[in-house]
């Protein structure tokens, strides 16, 4: 295991198993504990076999063997799960450390902004991997041109590929706990990303469990897309000093951004409402058939539930950035106001410095004797 130095903000060795010292070492420490599994891969052991092989293979002996093997789900998978969640917190220390961090040096950015760039940072790398994967599994098992197949031969058996895309994405949803504690998150920012982290572990766990694993690919690679422009046009806003280019780019992204939650929608109304209500509904807890009306009305719900909210959240993001594009324009009119008025007592003062020193002093003379009688003929008056 290569050694990996954790976040420093100081030069002094913090104690051991400290907050400090876990926060700073998190990824030695992890590692080590993966290398405890793979150590026993090695010796055969069968626990730890348990917890690094792919499990539940449902493809028969006397099948043809250059058949590709099929998996379903079933409890082994969540100590598959475990060592994956290892994996990815490793990972993310690496990325951290060696190329986020050095990114994020080079602009000098505040605290506000650092925060937010090393979020949609790894966000932006999960997501164009996760992408990737998903995007090679629909071509392989031609998921999109052959879309009657998601209710026509369900439930589907998963590929290898399949299998092992959906442990990763619930490792990775898994792991974005431990890391508000890794990644010294603020208090006011642990709500909003424990609910990300709930809402992504929520939908990708549902669809493995009920064996919607190919619809909820083709959603996932739809959701994927729209928050990796969004988060793409964030990092851009922060490295970027054109402009135009970050305003062209925003305006990309909102655009996808409403689109994707349109295809969303399309998408599960055709297969959960269309699709599957074609199929005799039968529940069927061996073979993993839950094509009945109850999860099925509520999977859809959920969806849509879910994608009105971030249709919600998206419009008040839009509001409250029109409403401080207009505040800065009444601020700059004050500001001329302020500049013309030091600009006319600078000129003031400007062609006093212009005359010579008797006749500046005779001048600032007759100007303090009239404030005088002024300020006397209203004391008068008031009188």
């Known amino acids: ?136 599994i629909i071509i392989r098992e031609d998921l999109l041109l052959n879309i009657t197949s998601l209710w026509k031969e369900y439930p589907i058996p998963m590929s290898f590929s399949s299998k092992l895309f959906f442990i990763g994405q619930l490792a990775y949803w898994l792991h974005c706990y431990p890391e508000l504690y890794f990644q010294r998150v603020k208090k006011e920012d642990i709500p909003v990303r424990a609910v990300q982290a709930t809402i992504g572990l929520f939908f990708t766990l549902a669809a493995y469990v009920f064996n919607f694993q190919q619809v909820g690919i083709l959603l996932l690679v739809l959701h994927y897309i729209g928050d990796v422009m969004l988060h793409g046009t964030r990092l851009i806003h922060f490295v970027g000093k054109k402009e135009k280019v970050t305003k062209m780019a925003f305006l990309i992204a909102n655009s996808t951004y409403v689109v ?79 500049s013309k008025r030091k600009e006319g007592k600078k000129s003031a003062m400007s062609e006093d410095d212009d005359l010579p020193e008797v006749d500046q002093a005779t001048k600032k003379n007759l100007r303090s004797r009239s404030y005088a009688k002024a300020n006397n003929y209203y004391v008068l008056q008031r009188s």
């Open 260 to 338: 994707i939650r349109i295809a969303t929608l399309a998408i599960a109304m055709l297969v959960f409402l269309y699709g599957l209500g074609q199929v005799e509904s039968v529940f069927d807890f061996a073979t993993g058939n839950f094509n009945i009306p109850i999860i099925r009305f509520t999977a859809l719900s959920a969806v849509i539930i879910f994608q009105v909210y971030l249709s919600y959240i998206f419009i008040s993001r839009q509001i409250k950035r029109a409403r401080e594009n207009v505040v800065p324009v009444q601020t700059t009119v004050k500001t001329k106001q302020k």
């Open 1 to 136: 295991m290569v050694a990996i130095k954790g976040r420093k903000n100081s030069n002094k060795n913090p104690p051991v198993f400290s907050h400090e010292y876990i926060i700073q070492n998190h990824g030695d420490l992890v590692s080590l504990v993966a290398l405890i599994f793979v150590t026993g891969l090695m010796v055969q052991a069968r626990w730890a076999y348990t917890f690094i092989a792919i499990h539940h293979n449902v493809t028969s002996d006397t099948e043809d063997p250059t058949m590709p093997t099929k998996y379903t789900t079933g409890w082994k998978d969540a100590c598959v799960v475990f060592f994956s969640l290892l994996i990815t917190i490793v990972m993310h220390a690496v990325f951290q450390e060696y190329i986020i961090d050095k990114v994020s040096k080079r602009l000098h950015l505040s605290k506000v902004k650092l925060a937010k760039f090393n979020e949609s940072s790894q966000l932006v790398l999960f997501y164009v991997l996760s992408l990737m994967w998903a995007i090679d």
